[in-house]
């Protein structure tokens, strides 16, 4: 239906979830079916755009239809099509919440409709006949919060092959690990060629009245900040007892995912492969960030290290992309969410086994992010900066020692892997700052200068 596919040209590239921004269309088709037959009728198509470098991206959109506009859905209107004379409105399924029951409906029942199938996982009771609410802040996803029970994550991206986020769930589920949320169910869509089927979409366990781990931690920031003569350890928002609970929390569901999932230890030449893909990134990001070039060849040096190291490392699943924003604390613990891996990855390479150390190197990072990003718009102030880094380093030991403690291994003495992947994902920030938030770019810059032994 060409009118529908001109729809998706104009509308999709505007929407937050939508990867390809900036890269021109060469072509878009879509199939699609019908979900839900009720008032509103709820559709489901898959889109595939490719673009002028012949790259092809499946995306899925849902669409609610109405006979008539609805004026407090104007922020999700996608389009109108002409039909024998009338139009009926197209509108994104997903902000429309009188067209988000039928997906717990049809999970609760194991539906198969069209080429989705729906698979309950059994554990737990899915509410059925509750509509769901947008969660506003998501990106490269869609999620919907069912009243306070459940929340469904919908991959927008299409990707052959069972979906991180659902696979490490499950293994995690199997273990009875307290530190994730329960998985009640996901949703399968066939692929079209015979290949293996994509993830749509996870059902999990709501996890009320919890709070978001970077909100935590950045009001510690600022509490440290009002204090004009107090340490980070006497401020009544000390935030390091949290940082330790939440290291045991990481090493928790890092011995989880090697007890229940595969393991191996790495080959001889893996950490030499390892450090020249972190090299060829940094080649390509001083291209991006000219400011990395002082640091380039201190930064080679530590990658180098790496691939001179006889560091023994188990190789296992891991998280992929740990960071406060990623964990929730409860009245009872931390809670880490979104085990995906980072979105803009190939999904086979996010299956791949990785280092622990890895989702180490992320949450360390994310405490220097917390630190500092109260700094970016301040002027300079050594005082500050100077309790920036007190805090960085209380909370930095505080969630090894707590990792440390919980799995019998210090994740942060002197391993030159995990530097490696901190510079690593340090010089990945540069990138994204220099793109999306330039004035953000002095809090990776100063991190690297520290990791290449320069500060």
């Known amino acids: 239906m060409s009118a529908l596919t001109d729809l998706f040209r104009d509308w999709i590239p505007q929407q937050r979830w939508f990867g390809g921004k900036g890269r021109e269309w060469a072509e878009v088709t879509e199939d699609g079916f019908f979900l839900d037959r009720g008032n509103p009728v709820l559709s489901v198509h898959r889109v595939r755009i ?4 012949d790259a092809v991206e499946t995306y899925l959109v849902p669409l609610s239809w109405r ?14 099509v002409a039909n024998e004379g009338t139009e009926t409105y197209a509108y994104d399924a997903m ?5 988000t029951a039928p ?18 996982a059994g554990e737990g009771d899915i509410p059925e006949g509750l509509p769901g609410d947008i969660v506003s802040t998501e990106q490269s996803n869609t999620s919907l919060v069912y009243g306070q029970e459940a929340i469904l994550k919908l991959f927008r991206r299409l990707e052959p092959g069972l979906n991180p986020d659902v696979e490490i769930h499950d293994a995690l589920r199997r273990a009875d690990n307290p530190h994730i949320a329960a998985l009640l169910g996901h949703i399968e869509i066939d692929d079209p060629q015979g290949g293996d089927p994509a993830t749509v979409a996870m059902l999990q366990t709501f996890v009320p009245n919890a709070s978001d781990g970077w909100r935590l931690a950045t009001a510690s920031v600022r509490d440290l900040y009002a204090e004009g003569d107090l340490h980070a350890d006497e401020v009544g928002g000390d935030f390091a007892a949290d940082s330790e609970r939440l290291g045991a929390a990481t090493a928790s569901v890092h011995a989880d995912l090697a007890r229940v999932l595969p393991t191996e230890e790495a080959a001889a030449g893996w950490l030499g492969t390892v450090a020249q893909q972190m090299s060829d990134r940094l080649d390509a990001a001083v291209e991006i960030v000219p400011q990395l070039q002082e640091h380039a060849e201190a930064l080679r040096q530590v990658y180098a290290a790496v691939a001179g190291s006889e560091e023994p490392v188990v190789r296992q699943r891991v998280h992929g992309d740990l960071h406060l924003g990623q964990v929730l604390r409860t009245a009872t613990g931390w809670i880490i969410l979104d085990f995906e891996g980072e979105p803009a990855r190939a999904l086979a390479a996010r299956r791949e086994l990785d280092s622990p150390l890895r989702d180490v190197a992320g949450m360390l990072r994310s405490f220097d992010y917390a630190a500092r990003h109260l700094l970016v718009e301040q002027p300079e102030d050594s005082q500050r900066e100077y309790r920036a880094q007190e805090w960085a380093a209380r909370n930095r030991a505080a969630f090894c020692a707590g990792y440390s403690e919980a799995s019998g291994m210090d994740p942060c003495g002197e391993s030159p892997l995990l530097r490696a992947f901190e510079a690593d994902k340090a010089v990945y920030e540069c990138v994204y700052e220099a793109r999306n938030r330039p004035h953000w770019l002095m809090i990776p810059l100063q991190s690297i200068a520290r990791l290449a032994g320069r500060d």
């Open 103 to 120: 997906w717990l409906i049809h999970l609760a029942q194991g539906s198969a409709i069209g080429p989705m199938r729906f698979s309950p």
């Open 95 to 99: 902000r429309d919440r009188e067209s």
């Open 67 to 80: 006979d008539h506009p609805a004026e407090d859905l104007e922020q999700a209107l996608v389009g109108a």
């Open 50 to 53: 490719r673009y002028t470098d």
